[in-house]
């Protein structure tokens, strides 16, 4: 890996051993983008890349130069106000009314490792020699500003990571009105958009258009990053497949609101990027202040869809999760909330964690109503304290008793949220999000803390610090169930109320940095209404997202492997619940729950207590198994076979393959039983071709040990011949139905013979 510099022209070429990334100082003195993609040998000029000829319809930089102009060139972090007529990645208004930046190159530094971001998350590096950084500061005279881009490019991922900083040196307040964190001109447009798009229940559908002239974009809006949208989206040529061809990924390391977008010109070049939503925000910039962005990062495969997943599933599990949690195993949870709701008191805890512990579960989660007098959801959020009904010996005697019983117990909490109903609303009013004089909306009867105000973090700090110092809690689950609306905040000037949705997320992680660090051996798992914010800024923090209130295992195949675009599975909470479901009302087998819910952090939300004796079996047969093959679940290898987003959606498949690949777990799935069905096969990946695997389809769910004694075959037969994918469903005359019904699933294990 090397950060190469040429001086005249100056250019910067970031190189690992599959990627590079050029980009160029223009005549002007801003950066142009050369190119990004699958290596290139590096050469003393590249300046062929950009070509410059004049063009009748647009403005020019110099007189007496019909060359150049920025309309023309391709840009590496656009600013507003010259001769791009396209939406730029920064935009200052200065107090005299104008917007214009002209930032220009000043200096540049190369060095080893990787800058933290101060406040923010960020992906990061364990030893100075993962990755190498370049830090281009440009200056805008008039302004008196700097502009600092940063790239850091890793040896062993194939991606590059970016953000931007706005230093004000001058004399005066700069409005920042738009600050992205990427931006780069491709020099085509032949390109399909993926992005991940949904709702509540029914998060990160993948979706795909083809990009065209004008302007198409993401974001969020709701002060999270949301389940409308996911702060992701990849731009693959139109021929490329799960497994061939181009990609390249724009993910934003931030939870509030933002904007992904690609802009078609003219002349058909791309302008794709990413970062902070400009709708509704501003930043009021002292002297002597700076203004850091989120980071962003970029990642490229030639190897398809699949081949960009993994580059983010390896950084995101290995240099963004972070603490203890990023390398262990993760414990199998019971949750209570779809056995109980609200209604439990300690016996029924305690009943539920002991008969967990006989199945084998590892941790009891104890969800929300714990706390205030929550007996449903329009009141107490914001008082911290336990309810002494439901629980006389407090928090801390059930968490001794469901210890005492085997398990490790975990605790719900909403942090950034009040009820009207509460004590702290009573006392402090003012600390909700609200516009003075209008009315206050809520959300599922709650209102938003403002967590831009530092005295509203630190109380819900102490509260939250003295639950957690006073009981063996090993687990958090960080719930957040409503959007923003009559966004303001009573502490801040009018001229700084477009600062409050990103200060508020500033609040949030400082909120998580603080308690991470007083109890880093507590595991924490973040949750939005199911899988509002699962962002990668979230992952920095707590190393698992709860991914749906939908554990229908229908719906979670196509939730689950949309999520797999980006995310790894050690960061995907999957848990099995009973039927009916409570969220679809389908009755599917609990052996297809749990084969769906094994690709992911596995675990229940059910109550354990009413279960029959063979339902207790199958479970415990399930947690064995999960047990057993967890290693490789949570850190091999993630492969996308069969997508239920394509064709009729009702077949889907995926597997997982160990790091030496001497392992592999393969999951199919079919959604409607097909009668008289053709002989089809699975077309397995990841596997070493020239290793013999034994097979074994694990038939039958009472015992996952008990399965049939399989058959020996070359890796090579099983990704390019195929698995059997069975006989399916017979018919009656043919000796009884065989194998058959709706929603099932089938699991293989492909172990070195
Ligand atoms: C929403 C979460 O997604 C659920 O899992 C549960 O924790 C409820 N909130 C509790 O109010």
């Keep these: 890996m090397m950060i190469f510099e040429n001086e005249s022209p100056r250019q910067f070429h970031l190189q690992n051993d599959e990627i590079s990334y050029v980009l160029h100082v223009l005549k002007n003195g801003h950066l142009g983008h050369l190119y990004f993609g699958t290596r290139l040998n590096h050469r003393e000029d590249f300046s062929h890349f950009q070509q410059e000829a004049e063009r009748a319809g647009t403005s020019y930089v110099y007189e007496g130069d019909m060359n150049f102009s920025l309309d023309l060139a391709r840009l590496e972090y656009p600013v507003y106000g010259s001769t791009d007529y396209r939406e730029p990645a920064l935009q200052i208004e200065q107090l005299n009314g104008s917007r ?30 993962e990755a190498r950084t370049l830090e281009i500061t440009l200056h805008d005279r008039v302004m008196e500003a700097d502009l600092i881009l940063t790239y850091t490019i890793f040896k062993n991922y194939n991606a590059i990571t970016r953000s931007s900083k706005v230093v004000n040196h001058g004399r005066e307040d700069l409005n920042l009105s738009r600050v992205l964190s990427a931006s780069i001109d491709m020099p085509d447009s032949d390109y399909e958009m993926i992005q991940l798009s949904g709702s509540w229940s029914r998060e990160r559908h993948v979706k795909s258009r083809r990009i065209e002239s004008g302007v198409q974009s993401i974001g969020s809006t709701r002060g999270t990053s949301s389940s409308q949208q996911n702060p992701f989206y990849a731009l693959k040529r139109p021929n490329t497949t799960e497994d061939v061809g181009d990609v390249i990924g724009m993910s934003l390391v931030y939870s509030g609101n933002f904007l992904g977008q690609v802009e078609v010109d003219h002349y058909d070049v791309a302008r794709a990027s990413i970062g902070l939503q400009p709708f509704d925000f501003n930043w009021k910039l002292e002297p002597g202040e700076a203004f850091q962005s989120p980071e962003a990062v970029i ?12 580059i983010y599933h390896n950084l995101y599990h290995q240099r963004l999760v972070r603490g203890k949690w990023r390398d262990r195993e993760r414990p199998i949870l019971i949750n209570n909330w779809e056995a109980t709701y609200f209604d439990f008191d300690e016996d029924k805890i305690v009943s539920i964690a002991s008969q967990a512990k006989e199945l084998g579960v590892e941790l009891f989660v104890l969800d929300d109503g714990w706390f205030g007098k929550r007996d449903d959801d329009t009141t107490s959020l914001g008082d911290w304290f336990y309810d002494e009904r439901k629980l006389p010996g407090g928090i801390s005697r059930l968490a001794e008793k469901v210890t005492e019983a085997g398990l490790d117990f975990g605790l719900w909490f909403e942090p950034e949220m009040v009820s009207k109903q509460s004590e702290l609303f009573e006392k402090h009013p003012d600390w909700a999000i609200q516009v003075e004089g209008r009315p206050m909306s809520h959300g599922r009867n709650q209102y938003i803390l403002d967590f831009s105000r530092k005295e509203v973090v630190d109380y819900i700090y102490e509260l939250m610090h003295d639950v957690l110092s006073n009981a063996p809690v090993t687990y958090v689950k960080w719930d957040m169930n409503r959007y923003m609306t009559e966004i303001s905040s009573a502490a801040l000037p009018s001229d700084r109320q477009k600062e409050l949705p990103h200060r508020y997320i500033l609040g949030v992680y400082d909120l998580y940095e603080r308690l991470i660090r007083d109890f880093p051996e507590i595991l924490f798992e973040s949750c939005a209404s199911g899988g509002a914010r699962f962002d990668p800024g979230m992952l920095y923090y707590a190393p698992q997202t709860w991914t749906s209130d939908d554990t229908d295992a229908v719906e979670r195949l196509k939730i689950q492997y949309g999520t797999s675009m980006v995310y790894p599975l050690s ?9 009916p479901n409570h969220q679809v009302k389908r009755i599917t087998s609990l052996k297809t729950r749990g084969e769906v819910a094994f690709f992911g952090t596995f675990g229940y939300e059910l109550d354990v207590t009413n279960m029959s004796e063979a339902e207790k079996e199958e479970t415990k047969n399930q947690i064995d198994f999960y047990k057993q093959h967890r290693e490789l679940i949570q850190k091999g290898d993630f492969y996308r076979l069969v997508n239920p987003f394509e064709g009729t959606g009702n077949d889907t498949a995926w597997m997982v393959v160990s790091d030496n690949r001497d392992k592999a777990l393969v999951g199919h799935y079919r959604v409607l039983a097909r009668p008289n069905d053709g002989f089809h096969r699975l077309y397995v990946k990841g596997l070493d071709p020239d290793k013999k695997y034994h097979v074994r389809q694990l038939a039958s769910h009472e015992d996952y040990n008990e399965s049939h004694s ?30 058959s019904g709706d929603f099932s699933s089938t699991l293989w294990l492909i172990e070195e013979a």
């Design 571 to 579: 960061t995907i909470g999957a848990h099995v619940s009973e039927v």
């Design 100 to 129: 214009i930046s002209d930032f220009k190159y000043a200096s540049h530094r190369i060095y080893a490792g990787k800058p933290e971001l101060e406040g923010l998350p960020a992906t990061y590096v364990d030893e100075e020699e």
């Design 299 to 310: 990642v490229f495969s030639n190897q398809g869809m699949n081949g960009m997943s993994q």
């Design 710 to 739: 399989g058959s020996t075959h070359f890796g090579d037969e099983l990704m390019f011949a195929g698995l059997n994918l069975g006989a399916g469903y017979s018919g009656t005359q043919a000796g009884g139905i065989k194998e």
